[in-house]
């Protein structure tokens, strides 16, 4: 077995483990994006995104390129999702994909003869509500306006429940070679709880059509914790996922915030798995997984041994940005779509999230700017050590002081004084030079990476003082 991983589930190795995550693991973020969008600003706006991209292409910063496209529609509402779901009829799917079009190109205007792009992900909603006419047409859009590079990575999320429109192999034919399904759990009556009917014949037939058609990467995104999940339906999906030997698999811990997302406040809160139940889950999917041949990446995904990530990992060209880990090097990221979010240089950006002033702003000929900020230094040094850490499980003092004008234990001494206690617990070892994370600590990277989160420091620090008051 992999030594990352536990070789069983003893009663004294869950209370130890479950007592780990009371304490460290109750705050959860993939610090994909730092700082979060709740910190971006209606001042960064459009004239503000256009010089940044004025900046880069005049040639003051160049840095590979890549494209999100965002498809909010979904045929019906999920409880437990994190996202706004819109469910459309025909002629919302008409209109949206036409504005969809002009944003394409007034952002193609833009990034003329600028660098190839490396990587496209069309994500959601449901890319797969479109239908293949649709999906090549935005593709030709998409290459008119973008010069992909051939051996690029283009992602599109799939929902096995439709794909009736679109088949896997026209999917490839378009360009796209990395499939990502999500999947829930088997158990009809979880699925009930979560307002969605996903059967297993139809999730494994996706997979399989996904392989079959040429997919260099079949990513699976599996939900614990969810309402009415026992560690028994668990094992049983994850079993069968396994089963069909997809690339990758992301274990995702289900988080119920029914005060902030409103399809959540339909879930019943008694129905979800207790915290030592969650761990079981968790636990169990690690040695199962290793036993299966996959390696734990970081962040809950693990991949099969030969994969690029892995490799990558090992050679030490694993990288982590918006879309998580790639072997693509963190660069420009230009969103299209409804509330997508970009980067540009030292800057992120959110397009409006509101379907008509979206439009309203393409009507006029204006990019679709809501918001945006640009990352101070203090935010550009506390992203490269986060980034490190998830990549790497190791952060050299030096390589940050390389890179950046500061002596690294003066500027992080409360940090450093903080991470005592994951040493103690057994999530890190500490020197004078490094910070190495541990086997234990991997499965809590979200937790260490806190420990540098400033925004998030602020905000305990705030909460603290209103309390004294």
């Given amino acids: 077995m992999h030594p990352l991983f536990f070789s069983g589930l003893s009663s004294d190795s869950l209370a130890i483990n479950s007592d780990l995550i009371r304490r460290f693991g109750g705050h959860y973020s993939d610090y994909r994006l730092y700082p979060g969008a709740d910190y971006f600003v ?12 004025g900046n880069r292409k005049s040639g003051h910063f160049r840095r590979p390129l890549s494209l999100y496209v965002h498809i909010p529609f979904c045929t019906s509402l999920c ?17 949206y994909l036409d504005y969809l079009v002009r944003e394409i190109r007034l952002q193609g205007q833009f990034l003329k003869d600028d660098p190839k792009v490396e990587q496209l992900y069309f994500g959601g909603g449901t890319p797969t509500l479109l239908s293949a006419a649709q999906l090549r047409d935005i593709m030709k859009e998409v290459r008119q306006n973008f010069n992909l590079v051939e051996e690029g990575e283009y992602c599109i999320e799939i929902d096995s429940r439709q794909i009736t429109h679109v ?21 009809h009556l979880v699925q009930q709880s979560l307002q969605r009917l996903q059967t297993e014949d139809t999730t494994l037939c996706a997979i ?3 392989q079959h058609a040429g997919f260099k990467t079949v990513r699976i995104e599996l939900i614990y914790g969810l309402p009415k999940q026992t560690v028994k339906k668990f094992e ?36 979800l798995p207790d915290t030592e139940t969650r761990l079981e889950m968790l636990l169990f999917a690690i040695a199962r997984l290793t036993d299966a041949g996959y390696s734990h990446i970081g962040m809950n995904l693990f991949a099969k041994r030969d994969d690029q990530l892995i490799i990558a990992q090992r050679q030490g060209g694993l990288h982590y940005g918006l879309q998580g880990y790639s072997v693509h090097p963190d660069g420009d990221r230009i969103a299209l779509g409804i509330s997508g979010i970009g980067c540009i240089g030292p800057t992120f950006n959110q397009n409006h999230c509101d379907l008509l002033q979206y439009y309203d702003r393409l009507e006029r000929n204006i990019l679709p700017i809501l918001r945006g900020i640009e990352l101070s230094a203090d935010d550009l040094i506390r992203r490269s050590v986060m980034q490190a850490l998830i990549c790497h499980s190791v952060l050299s003092f ?15 001494a409360t940090e ?49 003082n209103s309390m004294l008051l």
């Fill in 42 to 53: 209606e001042a960064f706006d459009a004239h503000t995104y256009s010089s940044w991209l």
């Fill in 79 to 95: 409880f437990y999702c994190h996202f706004n779901q819109i469910i459309p009829d025909d002629d919302d799917i008409k209109i």
């Fill in 167 to 187: 088949s896997l192999q026209s999917l490839k034919e378009m360009g796209f070679n990395c499939a990502i399904i999500g999947v829930q759990d088997f158990d």
């Fill in 208 to 210: 399989r059509n996904a």
């Fill in 236 to 271: 049983y999906t994850l079993g069968r996922i396994i089963s069909a030997c997809p690339n990758q698999i992301n274990l995702l811990n289900y988080l119920h915030l029914p005060e902030k997302f409103k399809p959540q406040r339909n879930i019943n809160q008694e129905d």
């Fill in 398 to 412: 030096e390589s940050v002081e390389i890179y950046f004008p500061i002596e690294f234990k003066h500027y992080f």
């Fill in 416 to 464: 450093l004084t903080e991470l005592l206690l994951y040493e103690q617990a057994g999530l890190i070892t500490l020197d004078d030079d490094e910070i190495i994370v541990t086997a234990m600590g991997q499965l809590l990277l979200s937790s260490i990476c806190r420990v540098f989160d400033k925004y998030l420091r602020a905000n305990q620090q705030r909460r603290n």
